[in-house]
């Protein structure tokens, strides 16, 4: 009676069962593509990085192959970190180890020179070449292997987290991370490695996002910079075009033409960010020198002192460097995180909803920034949002960037 009741669970599960034996014989017995030299060139060098960086095997998940990149991902990686190491690297003459050697006694390097030079990716071998005689330099010394610090560790864990949950398409960022962990060992300069390997990631939308949120300043507008025309509240927040031009001073720190007004704090080091709901008409965002003139109509561009972001007829957005770099209209956001890092010289703008870049100015700082504002709205205001606050996360279960 009680197996009749349950029968139609019984049926089921026996039938699942039967589909996960056929589904693993199946995958068993499939034809995987081969790989081409590109990938097994990565995948012998994410085993040599393995062995020189202690209390991590992220590295390990792309020697065993259950992370692939694709063959152009992989010959672009090795194109760009080979000019790297060219660069940063002293060359040195050495001999080479596998010429003395006995065919079937040469490691994966002497193997893929072998390859190199029997045929295949011609135009690879020298950017090959490059990487393997760094990697045989650090298997030369007498400590080969290094601990890479606590925040590069804890940076890798965060990464294979994101990768096992299918938020990062491949392992490259962990590759790089590393590279830049032992170049820095070599160097007689210490850098931080994972600030410096943010702002070389800085324009993939998520890696860095907590990064950048910890600089978030709680930036106020000076009224006594603002245009007579525009509405300023009461906490210095929000800012509007106002229906009466209002009885002020005039001095060099006020705008008189267009409706602009900068924060009362200005940087002259340091990282700093804001957040700014700009709303859906015309608006400007970015940064004024305090050398720059804010008198009368000239435009607020690089050559005038500024460094800004403009929405015009609501989706017209610009860059406004000289001349103007046009921005593709599905980029228009409607709230936009502004990141300065004033020593790396670099102002990036932010989609803060998406969590996408939009733009970013590089150049060599040498007076103090001051963040500026600009609007038209006459009905909605232009609000700086508070230090504490941020955007509600869509990630599905736990959150991986709060």
Same mark, same amino acid.
């Given at each position: 009676?009680? +197996?009749?009741?349950?029968?139609?669970?019984?049926?089921?599960?026996?039938?699942?069962?039967?589909?996960?034996?056929?589904?693993? +014989?199946? /995958?068993?017995?499939?034809?995987?593509?081969?790989? &081409?030299?590109?990938?097994?060139?990565?995948?012998?060098?994410a085993?040599?990085?393995?062995?020189?960086?202690?209390?991590?095997?992220?590295?390990?998940?792309i020697? =065993?192959?259950?992370? #692939?990149?694709?063959?152009? /991902?992989?010959?672009?990686?090795?194109?760009?970190?080979?000019?790297?190491?060219?660069?940063? #690297?002293?060359?040195?003459?050495?001999?080479?180890?596998?010429?003395?050697?006995?065919?079937?006694?040469?490691?994966?390097?002497?193997?893929?020179?072998?390859?190199?030079?029997?045929?295949?990716?011609?135009?690879?071998?020298?950017?090959?070449?490059?990487?393997?005689?760094?990697?045989?330099?650090?298997?030369?010394?007498?400590?080969?292997?290094?601990?890479?610090?606590?925040?590069?560790?804890?940076?890798?864990?965060?990464?294979?987290?994101?990768?096992?949950? !299918?938020?990062?398409?491949?392992?490259?960022?962990?590759?790089?991370?590393?590279?830049? =962990?032992?170049?820095?060992?070599?160097?007689?300069? +210490?850098?931080?490695?994972?600030?410096?390997?943010?702002?070389?990631?800085?324009?993939?939308?998520?890696?860095?996002?907590?990064?950048?949120?910890?600089?978030?300043?709680?930036?106020?507008?000076?009224?006594?910079?603002?245009?007579?025309?525009?509405?300023?509240?009461?906490?210095?927040?929000?800012?509007?075009?106002?229906?009466?031009r209002?009885?002020?001073?005039?001095?060099?720190?006020?705008?008189?033409?267009?409706w602009c007004?900068?924060?009362?704090?200005?940087?002259?080091?340091?990282?700093?960010?804001?957040?700014?709901?700009?709303?859906?008409?015309?608006?400007?965002? !970015?940064?004024?020198?305090?050398?720059?003139?804010?008198?009368?109509?000239?435009?607020?561009?690089?050559?005038?002192?500024?460094?800004? @972001?403009r929405?015009?007829?609501?989706?017209?957005?610009?860059?406004?460097?000289?001349?103007?770099?046009?921005?593709p209209?599905?980029?228009?956001?409607?709230? /936009? *995180? #502004?990141y300065?890092?004033?020593?790396?010289?670099?102002?990036?703008?932010?989609? #803060?909803?998406?969590?996408?870049?939009?733009?970013?100015?590089?150049?060599?700082? =040498?007076?103090? @920034?001051?963040?500026?504002? *600009?609007?038209?709205?006459? &009905?909605?205001?232009? &609000?700086?949002?508070?230090?504490?606050?941020?955007?509600?996360?869509l990630?599905?279960?736990?959150?991986?960037?709060n």
């Amino acid at each position: 009676m009680m +197996k009749d009741c349950l029968q139609f669970l019984i049926e089921p599960a026996k039938k699942l069962k039967i589909r996960l034996k056929e589904s693993r +014989k199946k /995958v068993k017995h499939e034809k995987k593509e081969p790989l &081409v030299e590109s990938q097994l060139f990565i995948m012998e060098l994410a085993r040599e990085l393995n062995r020189i960086c202690q209390r991590s095997n992220i590295l390990e998940h792309i020697w =065993t192959c259950e992370d #692939v990149w694709p063959a152009s /991902v992989c010959r672009d990686f090795i194109v760009d970190w080979a000019a790297v190491l060219e660069t940063r #690297v002293p060359h040195k003459i050495m001999p080479s180890e596998y010429q003395y050697e006995k065919p079937e006694k040469r490691d994966w390097k002497g193997h893929l020179l072998c390859m190199l030079e029997s045929g295949g990716e011609y135009d690879m071998g020298p950017h090959k070449r490059v990487i393997m005689d760094w990697t045989r330099e650090i298997k030369c010394r007498a400590k080969p292997s290094m601990w890479p610090g606590e925040p590069v560790i804890m940076m890798l864990d965060d990464l294979e987290f994101q990768w096992r949950r !299918g938020r990062l398409p491949n392992l490259l960022p962990a590759v790089e991370l590393i590279m830049l =962990t032992v170049l820095n060992a070599d160097s007689p300069i +210490k850098d931080d490695v994972t600030k410096q390997w943010l702002v070389k990631k800085q324009r993939s939308q998520r890696i860095v996002w907590n990064w950048i949120c910890d600089a978030t300043e709680d930036v106020i507008l000076d009224s006594e910079t603002a245009n007579p025309d525009l509405s300023i509240s009461s906490d210095e927040k929000r800012m509007r075009c106002g229906l009466e031009r209002r009885d002020v001073q005039q001095c060099t720190r006020r705008f008189d033409g267009w409706w602009c007004a900068v924060g009362q704090e200005g940087y002259t080091s340091g990282r700093h960010y804001w957040e700014v709901e700009v709303g859906e008409r015309d608006w400007r965002l !970015g940064l004024a020198k305090a050398s720059a003139v804010r008198q009368g109509f000239r435009s607020l561009n690089t050559e005038t002192g500024y460094l800004t @972001l403009r929405l015009e007829r609501g989706m017209d957005l610009k860059a406004l460097t000289v001349p103007t770099t046009p921005l593709p209209q599905t980029l228009v956001p409607r709230k /936009v *995180g #502004v990141y300065l890092d004033y020593e790396q010289g670099q102002l990036s703008f932010y989609d #803060v909803e998406k969590r996408s870049h939009l733009f970013t100015y590089n150049e060599n700082f =040498t007076e103090e @920034l001051f963040p500026v504002f *600009g609007t038209v709205e006459v &009905v909605k205001d232009l &609000v700086i949002r508070s230090a504490g606050v941020r955007e509600p996360c869509l990630c599905p279960g736990p959150c991986l960037w709060n």
